[in-house]
């Protein structure tokens, strides 16, 4: 192909890769609108928006309108901004470390989160307060891990340091759960900490929203300025440098930003994996490596995915099976077909 | 012609890890510097140093005057163009997106390469030959094109220096000439070049200075002439060569002899 039909690529391509994921996220929300235990029609469905838009009622059951306005639109927009920011913060990570088996906690976010709520249960704090302990364990675990590995000055690698700092301030993190869970109450605060771990979108509130959005938003700012630069920063370091780029600063500026939103997140939600590593792989193969694309879409993408193993998580049983524990049943074989159908996912 | 690049007596390595000491050399525009030697005797790392990438452990790099360790990123990737010796591709970037990588440091902090940018990159890319790569992914064409590619993105960044770290490694017998063919005429444009190889005939075909790197020392830069003979040769490489000079070559071939 010419370059000149390149160029053009460049812009019809941006839609291709964008309109499938955007789909599938607005179907998947409007379907986990209507499933769970009391049906709901498309046309409760019109009929509540309208009502809620032009402040009539009468229309529609009042359960039916409780059910979709207090329990699940919540938790599909609770859902909807947890997978987006854990699938966006992901897609920068492997930009950025160069690897595409990176997730969006290598750099020990989760587990300073959850020791945060550990912590949080442990002193009684209300939900609130376990939300708010968990967010700063999450800021200050990167932290930690990102001045340690600004200590080792020699470092031929910044990159390399980083992770291998993430992984032993992770494991240290790991250990001070442990102890927490041992300490902790086997009637009472044992059961709140594991629950928190396994993470659940069934506490999710309207006025989560508020507290879940600004970091989330925050986050996402500079990774739309910067798509350009985040491409050239999965160059080798020395390669990124040569073209013109303060690889330091950049990669400083990506890891407050991925931070924010995966602390905002895991703060909410408890412990989500997979998302954040599986997802920016689909995204890839839908919308290119190209991060102007790749963002977008893992962003949608994400979302939807998390709107759809939370929807699962509420209605596959009579008990709600932890979302945690879901994601990993369907995330884990779901990557491992990723891997068998592309082989060269990354190559 | 003004200076572009001038090392005075830089020291280069790593700390408490020295590789090479006291190399001194000057680029003007449209000169042609080739450092030879063998591998790991030390070429990249002194290209490293003299880009700013590394330190210097000792003595001054100067870009168009400056200090460049005291220069923005940006603004020494606007007069140096890098070919390393090879870019892994962790990502299947498109050869194009690749090729547009090089605009980077002429593009505002959040800005996207804009129309001229890709302009830039095509032109390039059809200067190169390799147009008709533009959508594979890097991740997937042969060592040989990746070069090219590697070249091309080099001189997207519009470079007054062009510093090629062993440019035909990777390349077959044709690409090889070629590349030394572009190389050439970048030069009588007006483009100071720096590159290194281990290949003396390479050395002496480009008809510019050389330099030898061996044992952390530089020898020259002199005339291809007065620094590429048996004796250096036999004390770098400890091969010995024939030197063949005949009417029609300007310069002699040189064969190595197998004992």
């Known amino acids: 192909m010419s370059v000149a039909a390149a160029i053009r690529l460049g812009s019809s391509g941006w839609l291709a890769g964008l309109l499938v994921p955007a789909v599938l996220l607005l179907g998947v929300a409007l379907a986990a609108l209507t499933i769970g235990r009391i049906p709901v029609g498309f046309s409760d469905l019109i009929h509540v928006t309208l009502a809620a838009l032009t402040g009539a009622s009468g229309a529609v059951d009042p359960l039916v309108e409780t059910v979709l306005l207090q329990v699940r639109l919540p938790r599909v927009l609770a859902a909807l901004l947890v997978g987006a920011a854990l699938a966006s913060a992901g897609a920068a990570y492997q930009s950025m470390f160069r690897n595409p088996l990176v997730s969006p906690d290598i750099l020990g976010v989760s587990s300073g989160a959850g020791l945060g709520a550990v912590i949080g249960i442990l002193l ?36 390399l340091i980083l992770v291998l700092a993430g992984v032993i301030v992770g494991s240290l993190l790991g250990a001070g759960i442990s102890l927490g869970k041992y300490l902790a109450d086997p009637y009472d605060k ?45 160059l080798d370091d020395e390669e990124a440098r040569a073209l013109g780029l303060r690889t330091g600063l950049l990669r400083a500026l990506l890891i407050v930003a991925a931070t924010l939103m995966t602390a905002a997140a895991v703060s909410t939600a408890g412990i989500v994996g997979w998302i ?72 | 012609m003004g200076m572009i690049l001038e090392a005075r007596a830089v020291d280069y390595g790593y700390p408490g890890k020295a590789v090479g000491r006291d190399a001194s050399l000057t680029l003007s525009a449209g000169d042609v510097l080739v450092l030879l030697g063998p591998n790991g005797g030390g070429k990249s790392t002194l290209f490293r140093t003299l880009l700013g990438l590394l330190p210097a452990q000792g003595g001054r790099v100067l870009l168009e005057g400056q200090d460049i360790a005291a220069m923005d990123r940006k603004m020494v990737a606007r007069i140096a163009g890098y070919v390393p010796q090879s ?25 996207s390469p804009s129309r001229h940018d890709q302009a830039v990159a095509g032109r390039i890319l059809s200067e190169l030959g390799i147009a008709d790569l533009a959508d594979e992914p890097y991740t997937r064409i042969s060592g040989g094109q990746r070069q090219m590619v590697l070249i091309a993105r080099a001189l997207a960044q519009e470079p007054r220096l062009l510093v090629l770290d062993e440019p035909t490694a990777s390349l077959d017998y044709g690409n090889q000439l070629r590349v030394l063919q572009r190389i050439r005429s970048l030069a009588s444009g007006g483009m100071a070049i720096l590159l290194s190889t281990h290949d003396p005939n390479q050395a002496v075909l480009l008809d510019g200075s050389v330099a030898l790197v061996h044992d952390g020392r530089l020898t020259g830069p002199g005339p291809a002439a007065d620094i590429v003979t048996p004796a250096s040769l036999w004390n770098v490489y400890g091969v010995e060569v024939d030197f063949i000079t005949a009417p029609n070559l300007s310069a002699p071939a040189i064969r190595p002899r197998l004992a």
């Open chain 1, 276 to 347: 954040g590593l599986v997802v920016p792989h689909l995204a890839r193969m839908v919308a290119g490596p190209n991060f102007a694309r790749l963002l977008p879409a893992a962003a949608m993408l994400g979302a939807g995915y998390l709107i759809a193993v939370d929807t699962l998580a509420r209605t596959l049983a009579p008990v709600e099976i932890p979302l945690g524990v879901l994601n990993a049943f369907i995330g884990a074989p779901f990557f491992i077909m990723l891997l068998l159908r592309t082989r060269r996912i990354w190559a």
């Open chain 2, 87 to 111: 870019s892994p591709g962790y990502f299947p970037f498109t050869v194009f997106d690749t090729v547009l990588m090089g605009r980077t440091a002429r593009l505002g902090l959040f800005s």
């Open chain 1, 190 to 234: 044992l059961p709140a900490i594991t629950f928190w771990l396994l993470g659940s979108l069934a506490s999710a509130r309207l006025s989560d929203l508020p507290v879940l959005l600004p970091p989330v938003l925050l986050g996402l700012v500079p990774m739309v300025l910067l798509r350009w630069r985040i491409n050239v920063m999965a």
């Open chain 1, 124 to 159: 009684s704090l209300p939900a609130v307060g376990i939300q708010a302990a968990a967010f700063i364990g999450g800021l200050v675990a990167v932290a930690v891990v990102y001045v340690i590995a600004m200590a080792v000055r020699r470092a031929h690698d910044p990159v």
